[in-house]
């Protein structure tokens, strides 16, 4: 389907982007994840980078011209996740995945139009009818080539996506949708409202997004300002999507939605369905478990080595766990070592961190440790 296009906003200049509230428009609360990195290329589920879920859903709607709008600072390992186009399925001779530098982010962007509005160029030399809009920070399988075909059928001008169901409490932070019979969207209610969560999920025609664009002023937003300030005139419909779905804006999410996926239901209704999410191919060997390793409800990536114990724990391509050690309810990214006889509990460690060995980080539930990438505690 060669007439729709994708877009990826980051979550730092999201479409629903709350300018007046810093705590959307910032990544201090995935301190110290993005410190080094963009929220899209954080590592996410053993072998994944948080874009990797939006950018699927698209090419699995047939998109095969993509946008990744990146902020022109920290952007190295986005850059490096996505230099091989192939991996997901965009190797084209004239379209393909672009990655599109903006300056329009964190605390004062300017909103998602300003970002969208400095690549009008990309926009304008686009052959494709439609776009679909997908923020980064959203956990999901959406089918949306059938968000697609439904726009199409009612002739709608603007369809958003919306949760329809149970899993609230993953979308905390997320603005809500008033959704009529007829499925036409009524009206905008606050995050946290009594909408039907957004799900960040947008489809319009090309023209209208320059149309809009066009419209642009300062430190607007694309739903709120821009499509809730239309509703009397456009045509808007929403699109239901039953299944799970969760949002990544803090540390507590990033650590519950990573132990989410030692549910086989979720990882199943993730990654077991014939909407494949792709990411970036790599060559690890299969996991290693050595003498005395013990590993119950745990999800292990490829190059794992396991001497120690495991126990309801996420560990990423890589990590190591030495003899005597123990991890529980915990989620170690890549690169982790884990020295003989140490304990980590509730914890987040980032990348090629390091427990000496004998030592111990301790959290809890609602608090995870969190020990930042390249550490050695």
Known sequence: MDSVMGVVLPRECSSYCLDCNYKY????????????????AVPFGGRYRMIDFALSNLVNAGAVNVGVLAQRERSQALLDHLR??????????RDGLFVLLSRHFGRGCGGSVRA???????????????????????????????????????????TLLYQDGPGGERLTGLPGLEVAADGRVTGLTAADGKGKPFLGVLVMSRGLLLDLLAANGRRLDLVRDLIGGR?????????????????????????????????????TELFGTARKIWTRTECDPPVRYLAGAQVANALLAEGCVIAGQIEGSVLYRGARVEKGARVKNSVLLPGVVVGREAEVEFAVLDKEAAVRPGSAVRGCPDRPAVVAKGMVV
């Open 116 to 158: 969208l509005a400095e690549q009008r160029s990309y926009f304008e030399r686009s052959r494709q009818r439609n776009v679909i809009i997908a923020d980064g920070n959203i956990v999901g399988s959406f089918n949306l080539g059938e968000v697609l075909r439904r726009h199409l059928a009612v002739g709608a001008d603007v």
């Open 25 to 40: 428009n910032n990544n201090d609360y995935l301190q110290p994840l993005t410190s080094r990195r963009p929220l899209l």
């Open 84 to 93: 091989q186009e192939r991996d997901w399925q965009l190797a084209h001779r």
């Open 231 to 267: 509703l009397a005139q456009m045509n808007v419909y929403g699109c239901g999507h039953q299944g799970y779905a969760a949002r990544v804006a803090s540390i507590a999410d990033f650590y519950r939605r990573n132990l989410d996926l030692l549910d086989r239901g979720v990882w």
